[in-house]
C-alpha cells in the first residue's frame, strides 16, 4: 500500500478554490477525475508526494 497526496480544485463563476484533500492509501495512484455540476468544475488531482501536491497549489492560486 502506498501514500497518495490529493488535491482538490473547484471552479466556479464567482470564486474559484483549490486545497489539500489528505493522503489516500491505495496500491496504485488513483487517475485524476473531473466532474462538472451546475454550480462547479471539480478536479482531484493525486501526488505521489506531499511536496509536489503542495507546490501545485502554489502554482495553481498564482493562475486563480
Avoid at 11 to 40: C, L, M
Amino acid at each position: 500500500m502506498a501514500t497518495f497526496y490529493k488535491v482538490v480544485t473547484r471552479i466556479t463563476d464567482r470564486k474559484n478554490s483549490i486545497f489539500y484533500a489528505g493522503e489516500v492509501q491505495a496500491d496504485q495512484r488513483p487517475e485524476n477525475t473531473w466532474e462538472e455540476t451546475r454550480q462547479a468544475d471539480i478536479y482531484e488531482d493525486y501526488f505521489e508526494t506531499y511536496e509536489e501536491a503542495q507546490l501545485f497549489i502554489r502554482t495553481q492560486k498564482k493562475d486563480m
